[in-house]
């Protein structure tokens, strides 16, 4: 075997190839989601003469899948509507700031109820956020979200994160979808151990064909949350193979042994 057939190349790009084995998203052990309705496979019903029905069913949701195949733990940290300025709330009632459910790694796709929806008013700048003291955070989009940040990084200091982005959605404004990308990728500066699932330059155009084949209503069918697990899973999977020396440690994360 001539291990340089299997370093990647440096051309590379995150979403060549879809990993369908065991992916290095599988060395985490413990993995967090934390999202809104699209990360906790949330279906929707259209009944004549009822309301709306919208159920999240979390195991269709993409962070369960992404676990099931690679054999890990996932804890799905989100329902439907959940924004950044709610979470905070959200995840103390329900418990998800306890040690006993840290991880080593937390996935985070927030954004579009705060933007599309209007959960938050201003969506700020990297300068509302205190990385030193989330209690200083602006109250924010980008003053929440790094108030999450910070907070599990209390639990697990040196866990690792990914901020997932807005796809490429030919209905939405693209003015709208690119601050919301170059935020996130302020805040991969700012914290450490910190990287962008950016699916908004290196995913599928989410255009009517697409929405088509992988939506039901306005959230997705099963096909569409399983075709977002294999592209979040071998976006991370890209992420551990290019920056092999970031990972090494990944096994005693969360330990409290010293390395």
């Excluded at 369908?20 to 599988?26: A, F, G, L, M």
């Excluded at 985490?28 to 709306?52: M, N, P, Q, Y």
């Excluded at 195949?69 to 996932?74: E, H």
């Excluded at 990385?131 to 989009?141: A, C, E, P, Q, V």
Aim: aromatic content about 16%; glycine content about 8%.
């Amino acid at each position: 075997m001539n291990i340089y057939d299997i370093i990647p190349d440096e051309n590379e790009k995150p979403l060549d190839r879809l990993v369908e084995s065991y992916s290095h998203t599988s060395i985490f052990r413990k993995i967090a989601f934390i999202g809104d309705s699209l990360s906790s496979g949330e279906f929707e019903t259209h009944v004549e003469g009822k309301d709306t029905g919208y159920y999240d069913m979390f195991e269709h949701s993409w962070g369960q899948y992404i676990a099931r195949k690679n054999g890990s733990v996932a804890y799905s940290f989100s329902c439907g509507g959940m924004s950044t300025k709610g979470y905070d709330s959200f995840a103390d009632w329900h418990m998800m700031w306890n040690r006993d459910k840290a991880a080593q790694a937390y996935v985070i796709a927030l954004g579009v109820n705060d933007i599309y929806n209007g959960a938050v008013e201003d969506f700020g700048t990297i300068e509302d956020v205190d990385k030193d003291d989330y209690r200083n955070n602006g109250k924010t989009f980008m003053g929440y979200y790094g108030m999450i940040i910070s907070k599990y990084k209390e639990i697990v200091p040196d866990a690792k994160f990914f901020l997932v982005t807005f796809p490429n959605e030919t209905d939405k404004n693209r003015e709208t979808m690119e601050k919301m990308v170059a935020g996130l990728y302020s805040l991969a500066r700012l914290f450490d151990n910190c990287y962008v699932i950016d699916l908004y330059r290196y995913g599928p155009v989410y255009d009517d064909e697409f929405k088509k084949r992988y939506f039901h209503y306005s959230h997705m069918s099963p096909a569409g949350y399983l075709l977002t697990a294999k592209l979040v899973d071998s976006y991370i999977d890209y992420i551990i193979r290019h920056n092999p020396e970031d990972f090494k440690n990944v096994g005693f994360i969360g330990t409290g042994i010293e390395y």
